[in-house]
């Protein structure tokens, strides 16, 4: 304990801590109780940044999994978006040979249809 600390009493000379408590008992046991309240403060001070610190890393972690979670999603999304779109673009591949399928047929009908006509 560091006694080098100089102290007044109530009237006003300069005491050491041991002096001040022999000669202002009333003082002592204020400072006293005084210490006693500010270390309980410093307990609960502490206990309660413990638990901030706690929901904060709590916070940190949900955060995380919640972002994890939302470039999975997206992930996802991406990699559906992407089956959507080769299933439309084989659908339009399906279409085009229908469609050239078709004309083809078509042409063909018409040259019969032309012969035909041509040979009455």
């Not at 009237?11 to 000669?23: A, D, F, L, P, Y």
């Not at 400072?31 to 610190?53: P, V």
């Not at 339009?92 to 006509?117: H, M, N, P, T, W």
Request: aromatic share 4%; with cysteine; hydrophobic share 35%.
């Amino acid at each position: 304990m560091d006694t080098s600390k100089v102290y007044f009493d109530s009237e006003g000379n300069e005491r050491s801590i041991w002096q001040m408590v022999k000669r202002e008992p009333t003082w002592a046991a204020v400072r006293i109780q005084e210490g006693e309240k500010a270390i309980d403060e410093i307990t609960t001070l502490r206990q309660q940044l413990a638990n901030s610190e706690t929901r904060v890393t709590d916070a940190i972690r949900c955060l995380e999994t919640v972002s994890g979670k939302a470039e999975l999603g997206a992930s996802v999304v991406r990699a559906e978006r992407t089956e959507v779109m080769d299933h439309v673009a084989e659908g339009f591949d399906v279409i085009k040979k229908y469609a050239k399928s078709e004309a083809a047929r078509l042409r063909q009908q018409a040259d019969e249809a032309e012969r035909a006509g041509g040979e009455k």
